[in-house]
């Protein structure tokens, strides 16, 4: 049911949407057809399952806002650093213990919220 959900508020996207909410579904993983969302500049994943941001993520080029809130997330991985536009970056409330130095090719990030990580 969450994944349907997901993938309906997907298509309606494709209609040219800059933002996009999966908040709350309960998702494992980042299904693959928001990485074909080009025109995306804010993304929402607050409060689902998700272990890793998968690398497809770093298509998403005009991505500013990235919200990944109460996950599960354990590592920043090299690939987020792509995202050269992003300027707000949420990783609150995971299970993240070290912060890696590609963070720091993010020269446009002016937030940046590591709270309540391990």
């Known amino acids: 049911m969450s994944q349907e959900i997901a993938l309906e508020r997907i298509a309606a996207a494709e209609q040219g949407l800059t933002e996009l909410d999966l908040s709350g579904l309960g998702l494992t993983e980042l299904p693959l057809a928001v990485c074909e969302l080009s025109q995306l500049t804010q993304l929402n994943l607050f409060n689902n399952q998700i272990t890793e941001i998968p690398e497809h993520l770093s298509r998403l080029s005009q ?3 990235l919200d990944l809130n ?3 997330i354990t590592e920043i991985p090299e690939h987020l650093s ?3 536009q992003l300027t707000q970056l949420d990783l609150n409330s995971n299970q993240i213990t070290e912060i ?3 963070l720091s090719r ?3 990030l002016t ?3 590591l709270n309540s990580n391990q």
């Open 63 to 65: 991505l500013t806002q």
């Open 82 to 84: 792509r995202l050269s």
């Open 111 to 113: 937030q940046l919220d």
């Open 106 to 108: 993010l020269s446009q």
């Open 70 to 72: 109460s996950n599960q």
């Open 100 to 102: 890696p130095e590609h």
